[in-house]
């Protein structure tokens, strides 16, 4: 049996040489297309996201995490106890990345705290200020 992406013709036809049949589409290009895959965080941007959540558990400032991947954006969301609503959300949205940034950090009211297009810049909202105290 011979196995083409041609359609079949109908009994008894043949086809012509240098007939055109349908268009032949890029299945990666055609399945993107169809049902865009979620957006994720990259392995350094949770790298990054890591090493400020390790700091503030060690800290006794969070306790727990949980990431979503939609269809339109990437959240790390920051609890202090599961079960309750995050403290903060950090957000990636590629569709603001050529305008505010995709990178936001958001409180519990939603409210957003920093935004930008790096996320080490973004990140930097969590650093806490040595403030010099005289005894």
Known sequence: MLMTDQPDLPEGETRRQGQATSQVVDFHEYKSARNPPPVTFHR???DQILRVYGRMVGEGEWRDYAIDHTKDRAVFSVFKRSGETPLYRIEKNPKLAAKQGAYSVLNAHGTILKR?????????VFDKVLKLVET
Request: aromatic fraction near 0%; hydrophobic fraction near 50%; avoid cysteine.
């Open 44 to 46: 350094r941007e949770l």
């Open 116 to 124: 930008g297009h790096e996320l080490a810049l973004v990140l930097k």
